[in-house]
């Protein structure tokens, strides 16, 4: 089973629930759960595992086109057929060049080039490494390359190494509601949507739950530091008829232990309770 981890906005504590339900779901279900990080831009779950194991890693690439001049006879036809302005050709300069943070490697323009003129090329896209940690079933980090805006491109291959043996791989997705969110989701058996009682963490929640119900995905909420702001993300919750998972309470200890990096050390019990009643409830959807 494929659980989504997402959130509308950044610093709801996506990063931080994620970890945990791997943590506490891994002590439920005997290690049978793998963590993939699809937030390919900052992937930051690794660094709460201290004695994590790199095992393997591998860059990865996608195939773009090359234009060969001296075959190119500027007839602009790859032009027209690319959807997303990734070539300009300018005949009287016999100029031609393809804009590789545009390209989406969709492969119009070879077909459209009757000339042999569009190679195929090999760009760096990112890095996929996988880490065993003492717990768990480990962990699969995509790495997108500085400067790539082809996030999703990415996440697709990240994706494809699910251990498809394991009971449960939770999917951490970035954060928003954009093409990588929506393709990190799209294979999910269920979302949970982390937030926090705010007026921000309200707002953008709106704007997730629009997007999953149009994309027909089940889905769940938790919301982070219970205790802050106001009630109004509960209110809605309820008028929406959308399943309230479980309250994290706000702790500035748990606060301090995460900018230390040490997520698992001397969690506070009321911490802990509302995670074992996170999972309670998730056993009845995993099972």
């Not at 709801?12 to 891994?26: D, I």
């Not at 390919?40 to 690794?46: G, L, T, W, Y």
């Not at 989701?185 to 149009?214: C, M, Q, R, S, W």
């Not at 219970?226 to 309470?249: C, D, S």
Request: glycine content about 6%.
């Amino acid at each position: 089973m494929q659980i989504a981890i997402a959130s509308g906005k950044g610093g709801t504590g996506k990063t931080t629930v994620s970890v945990n339900l791997y943590y506490f779901l891994s002590e439920k279900y005997n290690n049978r759960v793998q963590l993939i990080d699809c937030d390919v831009e900052e992937p930051n779950d690794i660094l709460f595992f201290s004695k994590a194991k790199k095992e393997a890693e591998k860059e990865v690439f996608t195939i773009v086109p090359e234009i060969d001049k001296e075959k190119c006879t500027y007839c602009k036809k790859c032009v027209e057929w690319c959807e997303f302005n990734a070539i300009s050709i300018v005949k009287k300069l016999e100029f031609a060049e393809v804009n590789y943070e545009l390209c989406h490697s969709c492969g119009a323009c070879f077909e459209a080039c009757s000339f042999n003129a569009v190679k195929q090329i090999q760009n760096p896209l990112g890095s996929i490494s996988d880490y065993q940690t003492n717990f768990g079933a480990g962990i699969v980090e995509g790495r997108l390359e500085i400067g790539s805006a082809m996030q999703t491109a990415l996440i697709k291959k990240v994706k494809k190494h699910a251990d498809l043996e394991q009971q449960i791989t939770l999917l951490d997705a970035p954060p928003g509601t954009s093409c990588p969110v929506v393709e990190t989701v799209a294979t999910a058996n269920y979302i949970i949507l982390v937030t926090e009682p705010t007026p921000f963490g309200l707002h953008d929640l709106k704007i997730t739950v629009e997007l999953l119900n149009e994309i027909h995905k089940s889905f769940g909420a938790i919301v982070n530091k219970a205790g802050l702001g106001n009630n109004a993300i509960y209110q809605f919750l309820e008028e929406n008829n959308i399943t309230l998972l479980g309250k994290i309470p706000f702790s500035k200890a748990y606060a301090r232990n995460y900018s230390l990096g040490e997520l698992f050390e001397n969690i506070p019990e009321e911490v802990e309770t509302a995670y074992h009643a996170i999972i309670e409830k998730l056993a009845t959807i995993i099972d």
